[in-house]
């Protein structure tokens, strides 16, 4: 396992959607070789989506809330990975390597899109998060 891969933290605005599906895939993956973490500049609540796509496969964010990016102490990252795409990523100061993954936020607060269409867009994001932080865990292997 590579230096950078020792402790992830996710970030993204709110630390609702993706920062916390991520958090939870990168735990279900690396289990106890890398510290998980996520925040955001914005932190709000837990999107129930979330909670109801990641539980589909095996992953409970039921215990999860949002942190503030505030809180996290750099010291403690060794990479950060930002997921924002459309809005303005959250800064994070230290020395930890920073990698960007802009996946689109499947939250919406559009009270015309369907509760079908919601899920759709939650598990898009999940499965490519996946394949991201599969992807990464394989490339931390080799390093």
């Known amino acids: 396992m590579s230096r950078e891969a020792t402790s992830i933290l996710f970030l993204c605005v709110a ?14 993956i690396f289990g106890e070789r890398v510290s998980v973490q996520s ?9 129930p ?8 496969i095996g992953v409970d964010l039921g215990s999860h809330h949002s942190k503030s990016v505030q809180t996290i102490d750099p ?3 060794s990479t950060v990975i930002m997921l924002c795409a459309e809005e303005v990523c959250p800064v994070f100061l ?9 996946i689109a936020d499947p939250a919406s607060h559009d009270p015309s899109i369907e509760r079908e269409e919601m899920l759709r ?5 999940r499965d490519t998060l996946r394949r991201m932080i599969e992807d990464f865990a394989r490339e931390a292997e080799r390093a």
């Open 75 to 77: 010291a403690t990252v």
């Open 15 to 28: 630390n609702s959607a993706r920062s916390q599906m991520a958090e939870g895939l990168g735990r279900m």
């Open 121 to 125: 867009r939650f598990r898009v994001a």
């Open 49 to 56: 989506y979330a909670v109801e796509v990641m539980r589909e």
């Open 39 to 47: 925040a955001g500049s914005e932190p709000s609540r837990v999107n």
């Open 94 to 102: 230290g020395s930890a390597r920073r990698l960007h993954w802009p």
